[in-house]
């Protein structure tokens, strides 16, 4: 997630529509505080609501965990992870290493 000040409004505002059109959250501050996310206008964000569309992209980005991504959602886990699933996310992201580990502990 991309970070803009008041002042890069109005020079970087081209930077900020195009990460809306390529999915992305952006965040805009004042003096370093945030005033507002910029949330991209999509069709999750239209069928889900404002809650779902920006759990599903914090959770995307890493940013919020499964539990709490579902937690800002309000829906149960379990819907979160079917709606993440429709979206094309996955709901868990292990690296090859991680899961060689996890086969050799239920090996044993």
């Known amino acids: ?13 081209g930077e900020l529509v195009r990460n809306a059109e390529a999915g992305h959250l952006s965040l805009v501050a004042k003096h370093g505080h945030p005033l ?13 609501g404002l809650a779902v569309a920006l759990a599903c992209h914090l959770f995307a980005e890493k940013v919020l965990s499964l539990g709490k991504a579902a937690k800002l959602s309000g829906l149960s886990v379990e819907t979160f992870i079917e709606r993440l699933g429709a979206l094309g996310i996955p709901a868990v992201d292990y690296a090859a290493e991680e899961i060689d580990d996890e086969i050799d502990l239920l090996s044993n």
């Not at 991309?2 to 020079?11: G, H, P, V």
């Not at 507002?36 to 889900?48: R, S, T």
């Open 1 to 13: 997630m991309d970070t803009f000040s008041i002042r890069d409004l109005r020079e970087r505002s």
């Open 36 to 48: 507002f996310l910029a949330v991209p206008l999509d069709e999750h964000l239209l069928e889900g």
